[in-house]
């Protein structure tokens, strides 16, 4: 447990080519299969108006060329990723929010070989205003009650990011909670 129990806040500043998105922080980088992987995202301190953002927990699998049954255009790696948790937000207004997304105890954790290789990650996706300064209040000091509508249209950019994490495997005991098959008991009197 040593090797995943060890914390300390990492802080990444999320910026996009108009400006700073926000910072995102997680207490560790290494997992081990059934944990939650935990993050926080502080949009307050952003100065691009942050829509709506997605992320999901995933693993990269790369087969080298030469043991493709298909092969990759130019000889490059095949790539694969799965997706195995998602949380997607919106988020416009939102100062701070966090996720937590589960490591599922069946699935396989990192490894590589020279034949193939197993990577986890983090990726984003941040859905952004292009206008700068964009304020989508509701009117505040009515003297009558009204009823308040967004715009229905707001120029928009795209950006993902993705972060590597590691993950372990899991204690056999915890494991066996997952695996498939017929459980026995047996009482003796």
């Known amino acids: 447990m040593a ?3 060890c ?12 400006g700073k998105v926000g910072t995102f922080g997680i207490f560790k980088s290494v997992y081990r299969l059934g944990e939650d992987v935990v993050g926080t995202l502080n ?13 999901s927990l ?3 699998e790369r087969v080298q060329p030469e ?25 416009l207004h939102t100062t701070r929010t966090s996720f937590s997304l589960p490591i599922p105890l069946s699935s396989t954790p990192g490894f590589y070989t020279a034949i193939v290789s197993l990577k986890w990650r ?7 205003s292009r206008e700068p300064g964009l304020v989508l209040l509701p009117p505040m000091e009515q003297p009558e009650p009204v009823t308040w509508t967004g ?10 990011w993705d972060l590597p994490i590691k993950v372990l495997p899991t204690s056999p005991t915890l494991a ?10 047996t009482i003796t009197i």
């Open 151 to 160: 715009p229905e249209q707001v120029p928009v950019d795209t950006f993902s």
């Open 43 to 55: 949009l307050g301190e952003g100065t691009v108006a942050c829509l709506q953002f997605s992320v």
């Open 176 to 185: 066996s909670y997952a695996a498939p098959g017929p459980s026995t008991s």
């Open 3 to 5: 090797a995943t129990s």
């Open 67 to 91: 043991y493709q049954r298909r092969r990759g255009a130019g000889g490059a790696p095949s790539v694969s990723h799965v997706t195995h948790a998602r949380h997607q937000e919106s988020c």
């Open 7 to 18: 914390r300390s806040l990492h802080l990444y500043n999320i910026s996009d080519g108009r």
């Open 58 to 60: 995933q693993t990269e």
């Open 122 to 128: 983090l990726h984003f996706e941040f859905v952004t």
